[in-house]
Each structure stands twice: as C-alpha cells, then as structure tokens.
Nanobody
Framework: QVQLVVSGGGLVQAGGSLRLSCAASGSIFSINDMGWHRQAPGKQRELVAAITSGGSTNYTDSVKGRFTISRDNAKNTVYLQMNSLKPEDTAVYYC??????????????WGQGTQVTVSS
C-alpha cells in the first residue's frame, strides 16, 4: 500500500505565500508523475501543476508565474510553492502520484485534501 500525506495550507491574505508538501510512503519501487489538483466550492477538480520523474513541469494558465512545483525524489515528496496568492486560489488542494509498487505494477494514489483560503 501507498500513502500520500499532505501538509501545509491554511489561511493567508491576498498577495501572500503558502507552501504545500506531499510525502509518499509505503510500498514504493519508483514514482512517476506527481501533481497538485484543487477543487473550489461548486467547481470541478482541476489540475494545478504536475511534474514528471525527470523534473519536467506544467501548470494551468491561471497559476503560471506564481506557483512552482518541485519534488525531492530521495524523500518521495512533492511541493507546491504558491506566491502572490489570489482569492480565486481558494480551494481544497490535493496531491496525487503515479507510484510503481513493483517494476510492473503501478497505481494512481491521492493524498488527503488541504484547505487553502485566500482572503481579500
């Protein structure tokens, strides 16, 4: 089994910064793509940022230039640095990872959500 544990989040004023972390543990052979998603009230969950095992990244347009995704492969951890936060960034944020528990067996795992609230 694989567990993803999220830390970070909270309440911040517009223009502020927060950093989210997501650590994977359990039966891990290797981790492929890792990402952060968010879901605001009344909206569908959307991909915010993703990073491959090689470090290639992509972002949704609304966060480009403000958010940075990174990962520490030695720690099986992915981070989301969020700067210049806006009220529209308010949402529950989730991390996910494609984890190989063996060379031939992979699964898509999700961490628990963490609330990010940006006040105006």
């Amino acid at each position: 089994q694989v567990q993803l544990v999220v830390s970070g989040g909270g309440l911040v004023q517009a223009g502020g910064s927060l950093r989210l972390s997501c650590a994977a543990s359990g039966s891990i052979f290797s981790i492929n793509d890792m990402g952060w998603h968010r879901q605001a009230p009344g909206k569908q969950r959307e991909l915010v940022a993703a990073i491959t095992s090689g470090g290639s990244t992509n972002y949704t347009d609304s966060v480009k230039g403000r958010f940075t995704i990174s990962r520490d492969n030695a720690k099986n951890t992915v981070y989301l640095q969020m700067n210049s936060l806006k009220p529209e960034d308010t949402a529950v944020y989730y991390c996910n990872a494609v984890v190989l528990s063996t060379r031939f067996k992979s699964g898509d795992y999700w961490g628990q959500g963490t609330q990010v609230t940006v006040s105006s």
